[in-house]
């Protein structure tokens, strides 16, 4: 499992473009036949990537790192499944899981695998896990049973589609919030205008980025912005200090996910266009 560590707004504009992708970029989080885990400190999320082939893939606990014998002893989990069909199975029963079907797996469970119907077209489960302070059942998320919210306009380049996966309208959890978002044709921009939520801390994972276009990904704290050349199946860490929006060179999509002291999707900050350096 890699580490992250946390960082103050005035060290992260100290940074050159290597520091602030070794500190906030997470790539290859895909790879075939393994589960791949990143640690990060900021409200003590864990964020993965498991790709099942021709086996059954578990999800196994670092005690070392979380200290507990299973990984969900103290902790809930969010699944996205971003390929090919595949399955969950949370303490010996079976959850299928599409592409862009969704699984709740809360606090307690001991026993996590996943797998793939077809090795030559593997499931992609896009992993989120956050402290919990209760246990709620296990629940699996169709594609249709998401809350849809439609944002931005074609003026501003930003039309998009806010799927809200787990999300207190769709499946009770603990801390976390977690859903995807499709940009419309033409529109590029995400989340702009911008905001912070000091309250809570966000990871952003984009997807479904053509070959050779690329996201500048937007963050730092409003008066000090600074920007993360992503692609394809990249990841960011991000501060409740910081800004996230982001503009591609073509249309993407991208899974969103926070943690922290509340789960009110709209308690955010807005930032002032004029605010903006």
Sequence with gaps: MEIRHPMHPDGGKALDTEGLR?????????????VKLVYSHFDRIIVGGCVPTSARLPLEAA????????????????VINLGGDGSAVVDGKEYPLARLEALYVGRGSKSVSFSSRSAASPA??????????????TTRIGRDEAKQVVAGSAAECNRRTIHQVIHPDVVASCNLTMGHTRLEPASVWNTMPCHTHPRRMEVYFYFDVPKDAVVFHLMGAPGETRHIVTRNEQGIISPSWSIHSGVGTAGYSFVWAMAGENQTFTDMDAVAMGALR
């Excluded at 507990?68 to 902790?75: A, P």
């Excluded at 992609?124 to 059942?137: D, M, T």
């Design 63 to 78: 005690k070392s790192v979380i200290g507990t014998d299973h990984l969900l002893d103290s902790r809930e989990l969010g």
């Design 124 to 137: 992609k489960f896009y992993l989120l896990s956050a402290i919990a302070h209760r246990e709620l059942p």
């Design 22 to 34: 070794r500190e906030f970029l997470i790539e290859n989080l895909f790879s075939a036949g393994e």
